[in-house]
Structure formats: structure tokens, C-alpha cells
């Protein structure tokens, strides 16, 4: 059976609310369940977080080519040289051209940000549309929800940028602070025991 690393990516990120959402709140896709709100990305946002993940994980090959890549992670080739282009121009990864030539990452994988390859795909991170494009909704200025979302489009933000490519290659802790209010995310952190 094989299996594939870009696979699991999907389920990356988590923000579970089970017990404050209801279905018809959260606008569930097909694939989810009221028990399982997710913060979602888009196939090439998590594909290049896996090809990123990959890299970092890999120190020993100094530089990796688009084919050693696409077989590593079980992606199509084409997919990977996107994925590897606009990486580039985010300035995420460098390469180095030449028959040895290939890609390695800009800087170290603990200075470079999970939030840092999200916007590269996905442009800038919000909870809602209005806290990333003001202007775009009719409702704004009067709607409720828009200072608070803003708040935790900060906070989604923060956390986002306080995971690095170096923790994804670890085991990460989920804390709630809060046990009284579910089982909110409310800090990811590196920890050695696993995900608690």
C-alpha cells in the first residue's frame, strides 16, 4: 500500500469550537462534521507546506530538485515546480542553478514561519474576509462580528507565525488554558510528550 505525505497535510491545523458552533454557523463542507470545524487551505497552501516540511526535515541533501521532491512528497511534478516558483519569489527558498543545481530553504527552518508560507498562497490570514480586505463587504461599519473578527484573525495570525518549519518536523502540543469552554485551541506549542 503506498502512502503519501501529502496525504495528511490537510489536517494540519485544527481549531476545534465542537461545543460553541452549530452546523449551520460554521459552514461545513462535505468533509467535515459539526464535532470537526476546521480552518481551511487551499490543495497548494498545504501542498507547499508538506514540500516545505520535507525540506526541513532533510538537511543532509543540501539541495533538492523539483523531481526528487515531486517523488519524495508523491505530488505531480508540475505541482511541485509551481509550488517551488511562487516559494521563490516569496523568498522562502533559493535556488541555485546548474547540473548539481536545486532548492534549499532561504533561511534556517526555525526562522521560517508556517504563517510566512500560508501568505504565500493564500495572501494575507483572517478569520474574515473584511479583517484582510476592508471595503469588500456591504456590511462593514455596521456589521458586529467585525472588530471581534479582527481579533481573531490577530490571534489565528499570531499562533500561525509562532510555528516554525523546524516544529513541523517535531511533535506539537495542543493546551486549552480553558477546559470549561471545550476543547478550544487556544496555544500550539512545541512539546516532547505529543499532542495533549
Given at each position: 500500500m503506498k502512502s503519501s505525505l501529502?496525504?495528511?497535510?490537510?489536517?494540519?491545523?485544527?481549531?476545534?469550537?465542537s461545543d460553541?458552533?452549530?452546523?449551520?454557523?460554521?459552514?461545513?463542507?462535505?468533509?467535515?462534521?459539526?464535532?470537526n470545524p476546521m480552518f481551511r487551505l487551499n490543495k497548494l497552501t498545504d501542498y507547499a507546506v508538506v514540500v516545505m516540511q520535507?525540506?526541513?526535515?532533510?538537511?543532509?541533501?543540501p539541495l533538492h530538485t523539483a523531481r526528487g521532491l515531486a517523488a519524495a512528497t508523491e505530488l505531480p511534478v508540475p505541482t511541485?515546480?509551481?509550488?517551488?516558483?511562487?516559494?521563490?519569489?516569496?523568498?522562502?527558498?533559493?535556488?541555485?542553478?546548474?547540473?548539481?543545481?536545486?532548492?534549499?530553504?532561504?533561511?534556517?527552518?526555525?526562522?521560517?514561519?508556517?504563517a510566512e508560507i500560508i501568505e504565500a498562497f493564500e495572501g494575507s490570514i483572517g478569520f474574515t474576509e473584511c479583517a484582510t480586505a476592508p471595503g469588500r463587504c456591504e456590511l462593514?461599519?455596521?456589521?458586529?462580528?467585525?472588530?471581534?473578527?479582527?481579533?481573531i484573525g490577530r490571534a489565528l495570525?499570531?499562533?500561525l507565525g509562532n510555528i516554525t518549519l523546524s516544529d513541523l518536523t517535531a511533535r506539537l502540543g495542543v493546551r486549552?488554558?480553558?477546559?470549561?469552554?471545550?476543547?478550544?485551541?487556544?496555544?500550539?506549542?512545541?512539546?516532547?510528550?505529543?499532542v495533549q
Open positions: 501529502a496525504a495528511g497535510g490537510c489536517a494540519l491545523i485544527r481549531l476545534f469550537q460553541i458552533l452549530k452546523e449551520d454557523e460554521i459552514g461545513l463542507t462535505s468533509n467535515q462534521s459539526p464535532e520535507y525540506v526541513a526535515s532533510h538537511p543532509e541533501e511541485v515546480v509551481k509550488i517551488l516558483k511562487e516559494l521563490l519569489d516569496h523568498r522562502l527558498l533559493v535556488s541555485h542553478r546548474g547540473v548539481k543545481g536545486g532548492y534549499a530553504p532561504a533561511r534556517l527552518p526555525s526562522q521560517i514561519s508556517l462593514e461599519g455596521r456589521c458586529n462580528v467585525q472588530d471581534t473578527s479582527a481579533i495570525q499570531q499562533a486549552s488554558s480553558r477546559p470549561d469552554r471545550g476543547n478550544i485551541v487556544l496555544s500550539i506549542t512545541p512539546d516532547s510528550r505529543g
